[in-house]
């Protein structure tokens, strides 16, 4: 399974110009907990850089700067690791997890931000398949129910065996 199809479309994005003011209303505005930095907000592209809510946190309020004159460019990480829409889901969480991120941005084959896959994406895609896992056990219960015979008819044809067998 790709992530192309799983991964949300980009619906928040920056510029490295935007003051962190900006930006965290942007993520409220999105409920997001994340913004794609872009060089052009209009097209989405290039992608430049990641802003989190915890970048905000650590690296701007939580050492006294002031949020209205820091631009999204001082504190946004510039690298980033990104994946690509025809890569497979589990090479995604390997991903996620050797490098431990969150979050990755999606890019398509000419390199656009397509989307963002995260780790609450992943959580949700392997819960839908463990559900599917269920059902599947459940199916084949329900078959095996059906066409084994009950014990009493091997009972009885154990029985007709044992009786012809004897005489």
Known sequence: MNIGARAHPVVATATPQTTVVEAARLMREHHVGALMVTEDAQTGAPLVGI???????????????????????????????????GDDIFDAVRLMRSKGVRRLPVLDRESHLVGILSMDDLLDILVDELGGMVKTISKGEAREARTRPAPSDLAAAQNLRSASAGR
């Open 51 to 85: 802003l989190t809510d915890r970048d905000l946190i650590v690296e701007v309020i939580g050492v006294g700067l002031d949020p209205n004159l820091i631009l999204v460019g001082d504190v946004m990480s510039s690298r980033v690791v990104v994946a690509h829409d």
